[in-house]
């Protein structure tokens, strides 16, 4: 378990994490030569660690860059040029959900996310999952990942809490934390994806200290959370709960029509 008090090693530890979550993402995209879409690519935390293990493939993110994102797109566009990858990453300013529904259907090969899912309700998640499982070619996957609703210890409900309580978030999330994986599974079996997997990464990351205090301001966390929890903050800090990856298959051509007759 690897511990943050001070908060300039903050941003080091946070990359670490992307990076695993960007190898577990390279394991699961299939071979081929068509550029990942990413929706709310945001800074590219996840964009660029994933640009750089995929080469040459490239990734087209999408985000709507508003409210406390505005200034995401020139994080996202530094980082691109500090890894020299202007080639392989384009960046498109538009609202994710219009931009997949504009998409011609079957061309993508995978379809991502990171921190996405948080962002929307679950009527949003069902017509998302389903533009995606459109455009997606036969065999295309689907790859989602978000922090694990349920805490695993009361490091981890911190974290939770301070996040969605409207008594502590100045950006109350529209239904949920993050959405439970079960019904994330279903939506993605009712779009029409195939054995949904959800896998389960630990984050093995506690925040304490100063560095919980910088993490709290950077989420948008009120002061009062702070004033309130300090002594748990200074002592045990936060856990960052598990990362939850999910992923669906298109199915191969036949199964497709085969389950489109049964429709
Ligand atoms: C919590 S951030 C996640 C950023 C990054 N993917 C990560 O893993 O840290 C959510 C991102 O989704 C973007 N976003 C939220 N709703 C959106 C929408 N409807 N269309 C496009 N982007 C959206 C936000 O602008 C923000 O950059």
């Known amino acids: 378990?690897?511990?943050?008090?001070?908060?300039?090693?903050?941003?080091?530890?946070?990359?670490?994490?992307?990076?695993?979550?960007?190898?577990?993402?390279?394991?699961?995209?299939?071979?081929?030569?068509?550029?990942?879409?990413?929706?709310?690519?945001?800074?590219?935390?996840?964009?660029?660690?994933?640009a750089r293990l995929i080469g040459g493939r490239g990734l087209v993110g999408v985000d709507r860059y508003a409210g406390p994102y505005v200034n995401s797109r020139e994080k996202l566009m530094a980082a691109v040029a500090r890894h020299g990858l202007e080639g392989s990453v384009r960046v498109i300013l538009a609202y994710g959900l219009k931009w997949l529904s504009d998409q011609r259907d079957g061309q993508y090969e995978a379809v991502i996310s990171s921190e996405f899912l948080p962002e929307l309700s679950s009527y949003e998640v069902e017509s998302f999952f389903s533009d995606c499982y459109r455009v997606l070619k036969p065999g295309g996957v689907t790859i989602h990942s978000f922090l694990s609703p349920k805490p695993r210890n009361p490091r981890q409900k911190l974290v939770i809490d301070a996040d969605s309580d409207t008594r502590w978030t100045r950006f109350p999330p529209k239904e949920w934390f993050s959405p439970p994986p079960r019904l994330a599974a279903a939506q993605l079996r009712k779009a029409g994806f195939r054995e949904p997997q959800t896998i389960a990464l630990k984050s093995g990351l506690t925040v304490r200290a100063a560095a919980a205090r910088a993490l709290l301001l950077r989420w948008g966390v009120r002061e009062g959370f702070w004033d309130f929890h300090r002594k748990k903050l200074t002592k045990g800090g936060l856990e960052i709960p598990d990362w939850i990856v999910m992923t669906g298959r298109k199915p191969a051509r036949k199964a497709e029509a085969a389950r489109r007759k049964s429709e």
């Open 1 to 50: 378990m690897k511990s943050v008090s001070n908060p300039k090693k903050l941003d080091e530890a946070w990359s670490l994490q992307y990076e695993m979550l960007a190898e577990q993402f390279a394991a699961l995209v299939p071979p081929g030569d068509v550029p990942l879409v990413e929706i709310g690519c945001g800074s590219g935390q996840l964009t660029v660690p994933l």
